[in-house]
């Protein structure tokens, strides 16, 4: 596609249910990256994939966060029984390869009520 | 952990002026970059400085880099209205995960008309 688009927009949720975020890469780009911001926070890396594979998952605050991408392409970020801590944007990120510039989509703003 | 420390925090200047923001980071890097985001949504890249390059470019915008001083700063010479948006500066750090975006705080600048 012509950028990372990133569904839903919002999603507003209550407390202990799950939710599950996707991210559509530019078509072609290996790397794509997950990343959360708190209001007026820089921003969180979460998860990093290379192809299929998460080399690194370091950022991913408990195991109630996970993460997949299929195919090379589209991403799902799934956080179990959701906490308010978990209220935050997170925005998806993809790059033609390491060490190059980022493309970002516009992210999903995540309430937990 | 956050790499980058940009400085203002905040910035307001009349339409026309230059727009000077500056960045420090704590390790050694392959690169730099500076990305805008409007209304706390997707960031859009604007540059990229390798480590081996002092200053770079593009339309309205120069980036400084100074490694020996970890330091680097974002230009933007005449401003608009259009400019106001929150600025950050990213770095990927060398010798060890050379993918990962580490992003500062970021600088919130309003420019008035």
């Known amino acids: 596609g012509a950028g990372v688009s990133q569904s839903p927009s919002n999603k507003v949720t209550e407390k202990g249910k799950d939710v599950e975020l996707r991210c559509d890469p530019i078509s072609g780009h290996t790397a794509l990256y997950w990343y959360r911001q708190s209001l007026g926070q820089g921003l969180e890396f979460l998860i990093y994939?290379?192809?299929?594979?998460?080399?690194?998952k370091s950022g991913l605050p408990s195991d109630r966060f996970s993460a997949e991408r299929t195919g090379g392409s589209v991403s799902t970020l799934t956080i179990q029984r959701t906490q308010q801590e978990d209220s935050a944007v997170y925005l998806c990120?993809?790059?033609?390869?390491?060490?190059?510039?980022?493309?970002f989509g516009s992210g999903t703003r995540l309430t937990v009520v | 952990s956050q790499q980058g420390e940009e400085d203002p925090q905040a910035l307001s200047i009349q339409e026309g002026e230059n727009a000077t923001m500056n960045c420090s980071y704590k390790?050694?890097?392959?690169?730099l970059q500076w990305y805008r985001q409007n209304s706390g949504r997707g960031l859009v890249h604007l540059i990229l400085?390798?480590?081996?390059?002092r200053e770079k470019h593009s339309g309205r915008l120069r980036v400084t880099l100074d490694t020996s001083k970890k330091s680097s700063s974002l230009l933007i010479t005449a401003s608009r209205a259009a400019d106001t948006a929150s600025y950050f500066c990213a770095t990927i750090e060398s010798g060890g995960s050379n993918y990962k975006l580490t992003f500062g705080k970021g600088t919130l600048l309003t420019v008035n008309p």
């Open positions: 990120a993809s790059s033609l390869a390491e060490d190059y510039g980022y493309t």
């Open positions: 390790t050694s890097i392959n690169n």
């Open positions: 994939f290379q192809g299929n594979s998460a080399p690194d």
């Open positions: 400085i390798r480590s081996n390059e």
